[in-house]
């Protein structure tokens, strides 16, 4: 997780990250395979398979200048200490204690931070970026093993991409396809009640209006089955998608865990039968978990629900988190992960568009 340790300041702003793909090991059982600082100010890193963060921001006190630094699993065999140059002060890579490494950012006195913006962005299942400072300073890339490049990978990353440029949406052909988008509950009913009295019916609707534009933007025909907060069955949902003869069906709601448990975190989709659905329901299912880093992998399930049941076209339910678990709940409340979904459920549906169409 991200803390921000201070002692008038202590917030976490992201947290635990579960990282699952296979890499070439260095020559150290740390988790941490390679990592650089580019002039932009973003710091890029590289782990093992199945490795958990923890990253924390402390002000700067007697000893130290201001902080950042990352926890990977495993021990460092070779600590060392790396100078820096413009707001960096230097780097450590060392071992705070047993199968432990640590990577330390020092900065510079007065430099300017804005300690509270910082947000790890997942890049692919093992790779990931956060931005640290503004690239007004003069700077020279620091790193290990993501400065060289080869002809498979030219550079560790798009420098003229944002956080979403891994996720550029697939081109289909305009106006061929039509979507009935679901966002479920409304009205009297707010679907799942999570951490601070968020609502399932808000957060659901306030997804799949994101996802209505982005599909529009392609050239695909969308329908929401509810625009605002209001009451609506589960036969008219389906009679909605039925009588527009839509292409797919995709319904968005959020989880609860009985009795509320907080450990209790992650996203799945499901779908009633046919491979079609299966080809839908996974499409999206591993676009939602590229942008949730940390949330588990609960699958692609079939599953029984009524609104994917009786609708004759392909058809998923997305559910995009738990409003009850502490990580799914604090990241559903902020807006930039509601798009964050959006983006990846839109590219779900294009990629299966593409493919069937």
Do not use: C
Not at 52 to 63: C, E, G, H, R, T
Not at 174 to 187: A, L, S
Not at 315 to 340: Q, S
Request: proline share 4%; net charge positive; glycine share 8%.
């Amino acid at each position: 997780m991200i803390k921000f340790l201070d002692n008038k300041l202590f917030r976490y702003l992201s947290i635990f990250l579960f990282l699952n793909s296979s890499i070439l090991p260095l020559k150290s059982s740390s988790a941490l395979a390679a990592w650089a600082i580019n002039t932009n100010g973003v710091l890029e890193l590289r782990t093992k398979s199945n490795s958990n963060l923890k990253a924390y921001f402390q002000k700067a006190n007697q000893i130290y200048g201001d902080r950042f630094w990352v926890d990977f699993p495993g021990e460092l065999k070779n600590p060392r200490i790396i100078e820096g140059n413009g707001p960096i002060k230097e780097i450590r890579l060392g071992k705070p204690n047993r199968d432990k490494t640590r990577l330390v950012i020092e900065f510079k006195e007065d430099t300017y931070l804005k300690p509270l913006t910082w947000q790890m962005v997942g890049l692919d299942e093992n790779r990931w970026r956060i931005k640290l400072f503004n690239p007004k300073y003069s700077f020279k890339k620091i790193g290990e093993g993501l400065v060289k490049k080869n002809k498979a990978n030219k550079s560790f990353i798009n420098k003229k991409n944002n956080n979403y440029g891994y996720l550029k949406l697939p081109v289909v052909k305009r106006n061929k396809f039509e979507v009935v988008i679901d966002p479920g509950h409304g009205g009297p009913d707010p679907g799942a009640i999570g951490i601070g009295g968020i609502r399932e019916t808000d957060v659901v609707l306030e997804v799949s209006k994101i996802v209505k534009n982005l599909l529009s933007e392609k050239g695909v025909k969308v329908k929401l089955t509810r625009t605002r907060d209001v009451d609506l069955d589960l036969p008219p949902r389906v009679s909605i998608a039925n009588n527009t003869d839509a292409d797919i069906f995709v319904s968005i709601h959020a989880n609860a865990s009985r009795g509320k448990r907080r450990d209790i975190n992650g996203l799945e989709t499901f779908y009633y039968r046919g491979w079609r659905g299966r080809l839908l329901a996974k499409r999206i299912q591993k676009q939602i978990l590229r942008v949730s880093p940390g949330s588990p992998d609960r699958g692609v399930k079939q599953g029984r629900f009524y609104v994917i049941k009786n609708t004759r076209m392909p058809a998923v339910l997305v559910e995009i988190g738990f409003l009850t678990g502490r990580l799914d709940a604090r990241r559903l409340e902020k807006i930039t992960h509601k798009k964050r979904l959006a983006y990846a459920i839109a590219k779900g549906i294009l990629e299966y568009l593409d493919k069937v169409g």
